[in-house]
């Protein structure tokens, strides 16, 4: 079955940097369009950069990471980035890796000083 594990998550001062990675499994992941959504405190889920899968179209980001975020993927190890810098406050929450109707279990990333 599909399985998507995160992990890089963390605590880091305004202004710093985080790498997420997000290894999936049980799916052919090259083909597939891969997403990375954000839970911050009293809000749903908000997608925050996704790309394809078997094409060069350029990325998507949300308005709020755009220059600072870069989306990734390596499909010769199934994985899928996320280089987060300048982080601020409000990107405190917890990162999700979604493919489809699946789903990781999240990694929490706190930026407070």
């Known amino acids: 079955q599909v399985r998507l594990v995160e992990t890089g998550g963390g605590l880091v001062q305004p202004g710093g940097s985080l790498t997420l990675s997000c290894v999936a499994s049980g799916f052919a992941f090259s083909e597939h369009y891969m997403r990375w959504f954000r839970q911050t405190p009293g809000n749903g889920r908000e997608l925050v950069a996704g790309i394809i899968g078997g094409s060069n179209a350029p990325p998507f980001y949300d308005h709020s990471v755009q220059g600072r975020f870069t989306i990734s993927r390596n499909n010769a190890k199934n994985t899928v980035f996320l280089q987060m810098n300048n982080l601020k406050p409000e990107d405190t929450g917890v990162y999700y890796c979604?493919?489809?109707?699946?789903w990781g279990q999240g990694t929490q990333v706190t930026v407070s000083s």
């Open positions: 979604n493919t489809e109707s699946s």
